[in-house]
């Protein structure tokens, strides 16, 4: 029986021990100096092409999302210390796998965004890119279909790339 209580009680000790040596890591805001710098402007993306309108909305959305969540940055309509501009370039399908017959059993549709990034308060952190990302899915499935699921990852997959360019520094 004592041997039963000390096991127990070991078993219990050593749960509060490692529950009290936990180690968190908050990667919010990477590189930001929040000294100076403490609001930003994200412009409205335009759509440069012809294809899924709504795709200004989801990206500007996303974004917007991603800066006021992750950092301590205030969103303003002037006068900021980071502006982010820049328009949607390029969506594009195009034919995977093709088959013996000539018909693609894959489809990849790639979606690309320029981005103008400008740190009023701090010299060398500009930055002027085209993010790009990519989805394949069955060359059998309309794109009608799968179009909103795809262009939602992409578009969360960008903002990324988008942030660790710029705020996160990685």
């Known amino acids: 029986m004592r041997t039963y209580l000390y096991y127990i009680w070991s078993i ?39 294809n899924y309108p709504l795709m200004t909305q989801v990206f500007d959305l996303a974004l917007r999302k991603r800066f006021i969540e992750q950092t301590r940055l205030k969103e303003t309509t002037n006068d900021a210390d980071i502006e982010i501009e820049g328009e949607i370039t390029g969506y594009q399908l195009t034919g995977q796998a093709v088959k013996a017959d000539d018909y693609a059993s894959k489809t990849r549709l790639t979606v690309s965004i320029r981005v103008h990034y400008i740190n009023n308060k701090e010299a060398n952190k500009d930055l002027d890119q085209t993010f790009s990302a990519f989805r394949e899915f069955d060359g059998n499935i309309p794109l009608e279909s799968v179009e909103s699921q795809l262009v939602e990852e992409m578009v969360n997959e960008i903002v990324d790339m988008i942030y660790n360019a710029t705020v996160a520094n990685w």
């Open 12 to 50: 219990i000790a050593a749960e509060i021990i490692f529950a009290a040596c936990s180690v968190s890591y908050k990667l919010e805001g990477g590189s930001i100096n929040y000294d100076m710098t403490k609001t930003v402007r994200i412009a409205e993306f335009p759509n440069r092409t012809p």
